[in-house]
């Protein structure tokens, strides 16, 4: 039991260019997050969601897509990175309003 | 919009000594309340979570109160150790918009010298 897994752990992007992380968690969750954290700012919701095939907005939305097209994996796409989009991104998962568990985070910098 | 507060921001204390961490919630319609560690350059581990219809939750070392007409929560963490080190965050669900997505507090550092 693997919980919650992030690939990659760390990631150097050019300003333009794209990348996927991806999320997979085996507890059979319904909900899973997307956040991102930054200094001074704590974490902040980028998209999520309520189950396969569904996604919706977070806080922190644009520059971002998300995918769910199987219930245990759950991809963030940036399509043209940007230097504001440095950042730690971590994945949670839940069932319902139950405990989340996060997975370990990729540290990402735009240069 | 529920707003998460912890108080202090860091803490340091000597070996042996309690801690105690307090939370604070502005909306008392909360469902659950999670306590999280986080390491420096590490992800989230969940510590407890207590549930709206309890007063406390014990694991180990650790216990957490809630007290929902107060909106307050406080972590106890007995007999500290330097591997209790790390920043530890509260959160609570928001319930109102993107359903179950955490209102965290911005954390409090402890540091626990030898």
């Known amino acids: 039991n693997a919980g919650v897994t992030q690939t990659p752990k760390f990631r150097v992007l050019k300003t333009g260019q794209s990348m996927t992380l991806l999320c997979a968690q085996d507890m059979n969750h319904e909900y899973m997050y997307w956040y991102r954290q930054d200094p001074g700012m704590g974490l902040r919701l980028i998209h999520y969601?309520?189950?396969?095939?569904?996604?919706a907005k977070g806080e922190v939305p644009d520059g971002y897509n998300v995918s769910r097209l199987k219930k245990q994996n759950f991809l963030l796409g940036l399509e043209s990175a940007a230097p504001s989009q440095t950042s730690v991104y971590f994945c949670?998962?839940?069932?319902?309003?139950?405990?989340?568990?996060f997975g370990p985070g990729t540290r990402l910098t735009v240069t | 919009k529920q707003e998460v507060t912890q108080i202090p921001a860091a803490l340091s204390v000597p070996e042996g000594e309690n801690l105690v961490l307090n939370c604070s919630f502005t909306?008392?319609?909360?469902?659950?309340l999670q306590w999280f560690r986080q390491d420096p350059g590490k992800g989230l581990t969940s510590l407890l979570l207590?549930?709206?219809?309890?007063r406390e939750q014990t694991s180990g070392r650790l216990n957490a109160s809630l007290d929902k007409s107060s909106g307050r929560s406080t972590l106890y963490i007995a007999a500290s150790q330097p591997g209790d080190s790390a920043t530890y965050l509260c959160?609570?669900?928001?319930?109102?918009?993107?359903?179950?997505?955490?209102?965290f507090g911005a954390g409090t550092q402890v540091v626990v010298t030898p």
């Open positions: 909306d008392s319609a909360i469902y659950n």
């Open positions: 207590i549930q709206s219809s309890q």
């Open positions: 959160a609570v669900p928001q319930l109102t918009d993107s359903w179950g997505k955490l209102q």
């Open positions: 969601s309520v189950g396969e095939g569904t996604t």
């Open positions: 949670a998962s839940t069932q319902g309003a139950h405990e989340q568990y």
